[in-house]
Every structure is written in structure tokens, then in C-alpha cells.
């Protein structure tokens, strides 16, 4: 998975849709070039089961880590249960990142690359797709960082990306979220969101631009 996605869905249609929950606090502004090292929304769960919605900065480093460690946006779900980086937060920190899209970068027979966005064209007001996380206190008061859990992409969109975010399905957020399962409990017990029901188009290259000016629905239309 490429650095960029989109989400532009307001916070508390999804707190409302998914969780039937009613939020306290306002939404983020639509955002249609997220990048690496910004905050972005996130939904973990508290022990007593009500849903926690953060803004977490995207880069996870875990809090015993000295500052200078690296702070990957990413981590392959192959090697996640091995990795002493991300074990204890697999086990026990694991989140989500609602989206409505992403962006992957396909190579041209000239050399050059097409930015492409990716999504499910079915969603409706309301609904997101839902990145699997994981989340670490950064040490700072209440503050997060994350990383986006990614996978071998599907058929459907191979030829684009190797690899996707691994989309864990609406109907197994709250077993995901638990932080009383382990990653071993959940085995085998998580469904994800098909890849048949996503669809691509290619889109302008002003989506290279990571401006903070650079943000519209016009970086997500069809060429």
C-alpha cells in the first residue's frame, strides 16, 4: 500500500452507523490527500466496550522506542505476530482506520507513473471502509500513533499495487477491536471486506502534491 488515502465521511454518521453511538465531539474536515506524519482519525475500543474515537498521529513508534527508531505508516500482517516492534500492540492495541479510498501509483510503459484511487463505489452516505491498525501511546499525555496493517493485494487490483490495507469487514469491528482477544483467539475468526466489491480509476497528478492546499473531490474524480 502506497502513503495516501482519502476519508471524507463525517465521524459521527460512522460512530452512529456502525457503533450506535452518539458523539460528543465535532468531525474532522474531508480530507482527500492524507499523507504520512499528520493526524488521522482512528477507532479503538476501552475494556468496557464503548468505542474510543482518536486522532492519532500516522507513524507508529512504540513508547520504549528512543526517538530516533523509525515510525512506519505500514506493517505487512505477515510478519506482525514476530515483530517485538508490533507484538504487544497485535495482542492488545489494535484499531481501525475509517477511509473511503486510497491512492496507488501504477508504473507507465513510458516510466512514468499514473496515480490511481481505489475504493468501494458502493458505499453509501454513512459508510467507510475500515483499515485494520494497530495504535501505540506515544508517551505524551493521551497521544497515539498508529500504522496501517497491510497485506498481498487482491487479483482484482494486483496489477496496480503488490500490496493493500487489509479491510477488516463492518460485521467483525467489535471482535477486532477487543483488546481482551489476543491475536491467537482471533484467528481465523475475522471476516474482511471482499475484494470484488472494489473498483479503480486512474486520476490527476496534482494528487503528487502534498500542499495542505492541495485538498478536494476533484483529486478523486475519473480522468
Known amino acids: 500500500m502506497c502513503g495516501r488515502f482519502v476519508f471524507h465521511t463525517p465521524l459521527n454518521l460512522i460512530a452512529r452507523r456502525y457503533w450506535d453511538y452518539q458523539m460528543a465531539t465535532g468531525n474532522m474536515v474531508a480530507r482527500y490527500n492524507i499523507a504520512p506524519g499528520t493526524q488521522i482519525a482512528s477507532i479503538r475500543q476501552s475494556l468496557s466496550g464503548e468505542p474510543r474515537f482518536d486522532y492519532a498521529w ?6 520504549w522506542a528512543d526517538e530516533r527508531a523509525p515510525a512506519p505508516i505500514n506493517v505487512r500482517i505477515e510478519s506482525i505476530k514476530t515483530s517485538r516492534y508490533f507484538q504487544e500492540a497485535f495482542n492488545q492495541q489494535r484499531c481501525v482506520i475509517p477511509a473511503n ?10 516510466g512514468q507513473k499514473q496515480p490511481v484511487y481505489i475504493t468501494c463505489p458502493d458505499l453509501e452516505r454513512g459508510e467507510a471502509l475500515f483499515f485494520a491498525g494497530l495504535y501505540t501511546p506515544t508517551g505524551e499525555g493521551t497521544s497515539l500513533r498508529v500504522a496501517i496493517i497491510t497485506e498481498p493485494a487482491t487479483m482484482k487490483i494486483h496489477h496496480i499495487h503488490d500490496r493493500q490495507p487489509t479491510l477488516v469487514h463492518p460485521g467483525s469491528l467489535s471482535q477486532w477491536l477487543d483488546p481482551a482477544q489476543t491475536a491467537d483467539e482471533l484467528k481465523g475468526r ?24 492541495n485538498n478536494g473531490a476533484s483529486l478523486i474524480a475519473p480522468l
Do not use: C, Q
Not at 101 to 110: D, F, I, P, V
Open 190 to 213: 475475522i471476516r474482511r471486506t471482499s475484494g470484488d466489491s472494489l473498483a479503480y480509476w486512474p486520476v490527476s497528478t496534482d494528487v503528487n502534491r502534498t500542499s495542505p492546499d
Open 101 to 110: 479510498g486510497w491512492y496507488e501509483w501504477k508504473r507507465l510503459e513510458n
Open 58 to 63: 500516522w507513524g507508529f513508534r512504540p513508547s
